[in-house]
C-alpha cells in the first residue's frame, strides 16, 4: 500500500509540473530580432610619442553589420584621463557611427601607456574593448 501512495503521488507531481508551462504564450521572437553586429574600421590604435600635458584625440569608426538598428548603450573608459563621445542617435544596418576619445596626459607618469575603453550596445557581444596606446615623453 506504501508503494502504491508513492507512485500516486509521483505521478501527480510530474502532472503538475508538465502543466505549469501549457499556458505560457510562445514568441517568434529571436534573439536576432534584437541584437545586430558591430564592425569597427581598427579597434587598436597608438598615438605614438606625446609630450606630457597634451591632450590627444582618436576617432574609432565602426559599421553596423547587422540587420535592425544599432544603439550604443555607454562607452566607458578605463581611465579618468579619458573622455569619450559618441554616435547618440541610432545607427541604421550598413550605416557608420562613430566613437571619439580624448586622451589627457597631464596626469600620466612617464612611460608607455594603454588604455582601454568598453563599447557596450545591443549587439553579440554586448560589450567591445578598443584600445590605445601612447608614449609619454618629458617635454
Known sequence: MKRFGFLTILWAVVFVASS????????????TDTVTSIEFDNKLYSFGQVVKGEIVEHTYFFTN???????????????????????????????KGKIRVKFDTQHQSLGNKTKQVAVYSNTVPSRNLLQ??????AE
Open 20 to 31: 505549469c508551462h501549457s499556458g505560457e504564450k510562445k514568441t517568434t521572437e529571436t534573439v
Open 65 to 95: 553589420t547587422g540587420n535592425i538598428d544599432l544603439i550604443i548603450d555607454e562607452v566607458d573608459p578605463s581611465c579618468g584621463c579619458t573622455t569619450p563621445e559618441w554616435t547618440k542617435e541610432p545607427v541604421k544596418p550598413g550605416e
Open 132 to 137: 590605445f596606446s601612447a608614449q609619454v615623453v
